[in-house]
Nanobody, 114 residues
């Protein structure tokens, strides 16, 4: 199993980004997938979940601003992030939820700053 995250960037507060996670060795439409993030000095946290049936869950801190989705044909997971705040600054990762022993990708850096 391998995950390759991309799409991170430096963005001003209030801006938007779309993150992508290309997966191999796993069919994401059959799995419960999640987007996680880790800010400097903090533990990795789960921010969004997409179940195989299509239902979603979000951390309170991102609810109403972030949207998780997938493209089954491309076996790719997405995270649309709107109304970004400085506290969203972190390295973002995708993985199954729970991650268990699944390997982590390199992540993609999101920095929200003016």
């Amino acid at each position: 199993v391998q995950y390759v995250e991309s799409g991170g960037d430096l963005v001003q507060p209030g801006g938007s980004l779309r993150l992508s996670c290309a997966a191999s060795g796993i069919t994401i439409s059959y799995a419960q997938m999640g987007w996680y993030r880790q800010a400097p000095g903090k533990q990795r946290e789960l921010v969004a979940t997409l179940r195989h049936v299509g239902s979603t869950d979000y951390a309170d801190s991102v609810k109403g601003r972030f949207t998780i989705s997938r493209d089954s044909a491309r076996n790719t997971l997405y995270l649309q992030m709107n109304a970004l705040k400085p506290e969203d600054t972190a390295v973002y990762y995708c993985n199954t939820n729970p991650a268990g022993t699944s390997p982590w990708g390199q992540g993609t850096q999101v920095t929200v700053s003016s």
